[in-house]
């Protein structure tokens, strides 16, 4: 007769992720969590009616799970929700759409699983929740803040103030000379002056510029300031940025309002 396998409990702060079915109650929730980072791990029956924590192992809920350790996948032992963001943020299309990027970025950014990565967890759980809360910031806004500052704690932040090349300080940035001066190259990793300009290079608008130091800054003021097409080139640098650096494509960054 075999003995049961011993395991090991622990309890953590976790935003939910993803959820997948799994057989005809069970769901498998990806987790990320303050202490022990991305974590898969079974809810037993949460499909059910009569679960006592369903709801709460939902995406984009803040919650306290204890969970116990198994040879493949672990399982979630408790539950207990801290704030539910959910369904404030599922009636919201652009609030959403721009949560899915989020939690989908974060998930790719953690290719470990069980490895912490407290910064990235803050600042996930952070932009979860001014999606959820009654916050007047655009979400679209909230997301390219978020993806810019999670390259950033990944070793890929953009030069945005001088040439990614050289290091030298761009004319255009000095003085405000009109777009036809400013270059960024993605590969190049942001701002290149004139002299590093490569083939391909975007022409970016001083007020994009001026919005992406905003948001990689969190200058909410400057960065709420900004008008539509400023946001919608930003918003275009940022996702070629991000996608460049994972080498494909997110499948929620398409969806995302941008109106």
């Known amino acids: 007769m075999s003995r049961a396998y011993p395991r090991k409990l622990y309890r953590d702060d976790a935003l939910v992720l993803r959820c997948q079915k799994l057989g005809e109650a069970d769901r498998i929730v990806t987790l990320f969590t303050r202490r022990h980072g991305r974590v898969r791990a079974v809810g037993k029956g949460v499909r059910r009616t009569t679960s006592r924590f369903g709801a709460r192992l939902e995406p984009f809920g803040h919650i306290d799970v204890q969970i116990a350790e198994g040879r493949s996948l672990h399982v979630v032992s408790q539950v207990e929700g801290i704030s539910l963001y959910g369904r404030r943020i599922g009636s919201d299309y652009a609030r959403y759409t721009a ?38 910031r655009s979400p679209p806004l909230i997301l390219d803040s978020y993806l810019l500052r999670a390259m950033a704690l990944s070793g890929w932040a953009p030069a945005l103030t001088e040439c990614a090349v050289c290091g030298q300080v761009p004319e255009s940035l000095l003085d405000g000379v009109g777009p036809q001066q400013t270059a960024f190259s993605v590969p190049a990793g942001g701002v290149v002056c004139v002299n590093c300009r490569p083939p391909g290079a975007a022409a970016p608008s001083t007020a994009t510029m001026s919005l992406l130091t905003a948001l990689a800054a969190g200058d909410w003021k400057t960065a709420g300031a900004s008008d539509g097409p400023a946001r919608r080139q930003a918003s275009g640098l940022v996702a070629a940025l991000l996608q460049w650096h994972l080498e494909r494509g997110l499948r929620s960054l398409p969806l995302v309002d941008r109106r």
Request: glycine share 6%.
């Open 99 to 136: 949560a899915s990027a989020i939690v989908e970025t974060a998930e790719r950014l953690t290719p470990e699983e069980q490895e912490p990565a407290l910064r990235l967890y803050l600042l996930t759980l952070g932009a979860v929740r001014a999606l959820g809360d009654d916050d007047d």
